[in-house]
C-alpha cells in the first residue's frame, strides 16, 4: 500500500506565484483532508471532502485559497497569488468514512514544506 | 466551536525518565485519538480511545480516557531516545466526523 502521496515535497516560490498542491488518497479511502502546520498555530483544518464533495471549507483562510477534488484519487489545494505569511508545512489526510470501527482514523500524507519569499 | 487544549506545549526529559502530556476537550468527545509526529515527518496515528474510562497499552506508553470523555493523557514510561517527535492528541465531537487536534506536546529526550 502506497499510502497516501503529495507533491511536491518541497516548494520555493516567489510572493505573487500561484502555487498548487497535489494529493493522491489511499485508494478506497472516501474522505480527504487538507491540513497546514506552522509553529504558530500549530495543525489547522483547511478543508474536508467527503465522497469528493467539500464539506467544510471553513478552515480556508481567504479567498486565495482553492481547493477540488475532480475524482476519488486526486486532490489539489491552490494558493493564488501566494503571499509569505502561507509558508506552511501542507498536509493532505484520507480515511474512510463509516468503517464502522468507531473512529476516524486519518492517514497523512508526507506533507508539502512550501517556502514563499 | 469545540477546542482541545494540550499541555505542556514542550518537555525536556532525561532518557529514562517518565512524560506524561494532556489532552482536554471544551465538549464531550465521542472518541480521541492519538498521534505522533516525527521531526520533520508527518503525524502518525498511535491509538484510538472511546470508552469512558478507557485504558490501552503499547509496551511503554499507556493511554487513558477521561470518565467524562472530556479529557486524555499518554504517559511514557522510562523515556527513549526514539521517543523524540510531538504528540497530538485529537479529539472527535459527538456527531462530528472531524478531528480537533491540539496544539501537540514536543518532547526531547536528552540521552
Known amino acids: 500500500d502506497a499510502g497516501v502521496i503529495q507533491s511536491p515535497r518541497h516548494e520555493v516560490t516567489e510572493m505573487g506565484q500561484e502555487v498548487t498542491l497535489r494529493c493522491k488518497p489511499i485508494s478506497g479511502h472516501n474522505s480527504l483532508f487538507w491540513y497546514r502546520q506552522t509553529m504558530m498555530r500549530g495543525l489547522e483544518l483547511l478543508i474536508y471532502f467527503n465522497n469528493n464533495v467539500p464539506i467544510d471549507d471553513s478552515g480556508m483562510p481567504e479567498d486565495r485559497f482553492s481547493a477540488k477534488m475532480p475524482n476519488a484519487s486526486f486532490s489539489t489545494l491552490k494558493i493564488q497569488p501566494s503571499e509569505p505569511r502561507d509558508s506552511a508545512v501542507y498536509f493532505c489526510a484520507s480515511t474512510l468514512r463509516g468503517s464502522g470501527r468507531g473512529g476516524e482514523t486519518q492517514y497523512f500524507g508526507p506533507g508539502t514544506r512550501l517556502l514563499v519569499l | 466551536g469545540q477546542q482541545v487544549m494540550q499541555i505542556p506545549q514542550y518537555q525536556h526529559v532525561q532518557e529514562g525518565e517518565d512524560f506524561t502530556t494532556y489532552c482536554n476537550s471544551s465538549t464531550t468527545l465521542s472518541n480521541i485519538q492519538w498521534y505522533k509526529q516525527r521531526p520533520g515527518g508527518h503525524p502518525v496515528f498511535l491509538i484510538q480511545?472511546?470508552?469512558?474510562?478507557e485504558v490501552k497499552k503499547q509496551k511503554r506508553l499507556t493511554f487513558q480516557f477521561g470518565e467524562a470523555k472530556k479529557n486524555s493523557s499518554l504517559h511514557i514510561t522510562a523515556t527513549q531516545t526514539t521517543d523524540v517527535g510531538t504528540y497530538f492528541c485529537a479529539g472527535l465531537g459527538a456527531g462530528s466526523y472531524q478531528l480537533t487536534f491540539g496544539k501537540g506536546t514536543k518532547l526531547s529526550v536528552i540521552p
Open positions: 480511545l472511546v470508552k469512558s474510562g
